[in-house]
Antibody, heavy 120, light 107 residues
């Protein structure tokens, strides 16, 4: 059974960079799955951030593309997220997730999420 | 971006009630539609993928249907453990988008 564990600073200063890592166990990052980040501001709905395939192909939410980098670390079986120039609007629970793709695509596994607060 | 509109935003029902949530896409998404359940303080959980396919291990009281732009999610007999927020999600086009959620409460 796949497990995903997010980690990173819980507090980031405005204009700084939000950096998170997602460690994957029970599946290989190099499997035929995409790996994604989703966020949820406190008390609000879900927002897709972006996704990456093990070969490095990425898809980003256009609303975040100019500030966003998602990368894969095969040697450590993990993915990372970097979001620059953060503001209070980036305060959210950040989830990493596995995408299953057959004829369609769905998120079948989620990490527990990590709260990141943007504040001075 | 494809907009996903869920209705209602919140819903109060009694144990044993039949509960229905609708999700409308701003354009045709065929059957590229999934449903998730999120309990307070927890990550979302996949219930249904590809519009009507029940995920393994999910109780049969959950079902869904639809295609194109109009989709329905149903709980046939509400149980106390079903109290949660439910989200639809489209995977037809990038960016992936979610409905705003439907908060389900016990009456």
């Amino acid at each position: 059974q796949v497990q995903l564990q997010e980690s990173g600073p819980g507090l980031v200063k405005p204009s700084g960079t939000l950096s998170l890592t997602c460690a994957v166990s029970g599946d290989s990052i190099s499997s035929e799955n995409w790996w994604s980040w989703v966020r949820q501001p406190p008390g609000k709905g879900l927002e897709w951030i972006g996704q990456i395939y093990h070969g490095g192909t990425t898809n980003y939410n256009p609303s975040l593309r100019s500030r966003l980098t998602i990368s894969v670390d095969k040697s450590n079986n993990q993915i990372s997220l970097n979001l620059t120039s953060v503001t209070a609007a980036d305060t959210a629970i950040y989830y990493c997730a596995r995408l299953k793709t057959t004829l369609t695509t769905w998120i079948d596994s989620w990490g527990q999420g990590t709260l990141v607060t943007v504040s001075s | 971006d494809i907009q996903m509109t869920q209705s209602p935003s919140s819903l109060s029902a009694s144990i044993g009630d039949r509960v229905t949530i609708t999700c409308q896409a701003s354009q045709d998404i065929r059957k590229f539609l999934n449903w998730y359940q999120q309990k307070p303080g927890k990550a979302p959980k996949l219930l249904i993928h590809a519009a009507s396919n029940l995920e393994t291990g999910v109780p049969a009281r959950f079902s869904a249907s639809g295609s194109g732009t109009d989709f329905t999610f149903t709980i046939s007999s509400l149980q106390p453990e079903d109290i949660a927020t439910y989200y639809c999600q489209q995977f037809h086009n990038l960016p992936i988008t979610f409905g705003q959620g439907t908060r389900l409460e016990i009456k």
